[in-house]
């Protein structure tokens, strides 16, 4: 029988991944959209007609019990979040209601109308954040430096709580940084490669940004998508570490971004205090062997490649996009 998928966040990086890969099993994916003056379908643009959309509100537990009466899910993947750390601060209360107790919502919906559906919940190493051992793996204690990041340990435990209290099979995947062409021009790595392209193109004249020396763990959301789908493939449900088990600095990020088209990107960053974050998180990297023993799970993008993916990516984008300014301007 075909196996039917409800996917929060679906229009997001992580979302419009997952869709595609589930799709290609032959998935029957449906996602929760809320309701909005003007949608962002750009990453899925490419499978829209393929997905059946639903309309919800993590905030809004009768929705969410709706949206999986309509969907009746084998598999439920909640990937939706006040994703990005900086906001949280500003943003804390917001960060809370999304990040953290709509996990709640979720899992009560799923409990309430399809309690044998499998779970995944959307962790994140900011959960590590001032880091007790290196590399951190499934067993390393939590110590979060952002609302973001104690949002996403409530969102963690609450889904270890369902699965011990009512037999659930809720699971969550401690993802490390992973990035993408599709990734939101918020996050640095984007904010880097989509600079890179506008400098390279006589766009734009300098990079403003934060600490250099931060390190992470940065890999390819392709490939992490796979894993999410792997954990709900098991006998039993874990919570597993997904990370490339290498780190690298922001420097070095831009390093190898501004090369790749033949600049020094000392003659274009600049240090703005405005980037530096509240508490600073100064590395992250992930012991993935679990991951790798268990589910079988394989990285097929390195780093470099990586990088040179989003650069490459956004060169074409904004060239498109110049040349459109260019017309409009002639007529």
């Known amino acids: 029988m075909q196996k039917r998928a409800l996917i929060t966040g679906i229009t997001g990086q992580d979302g419009s991944y997952l869709a ?10 449906y996602g929760l959209r809320r309701r909005t003056s003007t949608p962002n379908y750009e990453n899925v643009s490419h499978i829209k007609d393929r997905i059946k959309w639903i309309s919800g509100d993590l905030t809004d537990l009768a929705s969410l019990i709706e949206a999986v009466k309509a969907s009746d899910p084998d598999e439920v993947y909640n990937l939706a979040a006040q994703s990005f750390v900086a906001a949280s601060w500003p943003q804390p209360l917001l960060t809370g209601q999304i990040t953290a107790l709509s996990v709640t919502n ?3 919906a799923v409990r309430i109308m399809k309690p044998n559906a499998r779970f995944y919940q959307a962790s994140s190493s900011e959960m590590y954040g001032k880091v ?4 951190q793996k499934e067993t390393t204690p939590f110590y979060p430096r952002s609302p973001y990041g104690v949002s996403k340990v409530y969102g963690h435990w609450i889904t270890v709580n369902y699965r011990e209290s009512f037999n659930m099979f809720a699971c969550s ?7 993408s062409p599709r990734r939101g021009h918020e996050f640095v ?7 890179v392209a506008r400098i390279k193109l006589g766009l734009q004249k300098e990079l403003r940004m934060g600490n250099l020396d931060s390190l992470r763990d ?11 789908w792997l954990m709900l493939q098991q006998d039993e449900p874990e919570d597993y570490v997904i990370s490339t088990g290498e780190m690298h600095s922001v420097k070095e990020l831009l390093e190898v971004a501004f090369s790749y088209v033949g600049l020094n990107y ?8 405005e980037f530096v974050r509240p508490a600073e998180v100064d590395l992250l990297l992930g012991d993935c062997t679990k991951a790798k023993a268990k589910l079988g799970w394989e990285l097929n993008v390195g780093f470099q490649q990586l990088v040179h993916m989003m650069v490459d990516e956004d060169l074409k984008r904004v060239r498109a996009e110049d040349r459109y300014n260019q017309l409009m301007l002639t007529h």
Do not use: S
């Open 132 to 135: 007790v051992e290196t590399p």
């Open 189 to 195: 790595t984007r904010k880097v490669t989509d600079a």
């Open 266 to 273: 000392e003659d274009y960053v600049v240090i703005d205090q």
């Open 20 to 29: 595609e890969l589930l799709l290609d099993k032959g998935y029957e994916v």
């Open 106 to 108: 979720m899992l009560e």
């Open 218 to 228: 940065w890999g390819f959301a392709g490939d992490y998508v796979k894993a999410m």
């Open 173 to 179: 995947g401690i993802l490390f940084n992973h990035e």
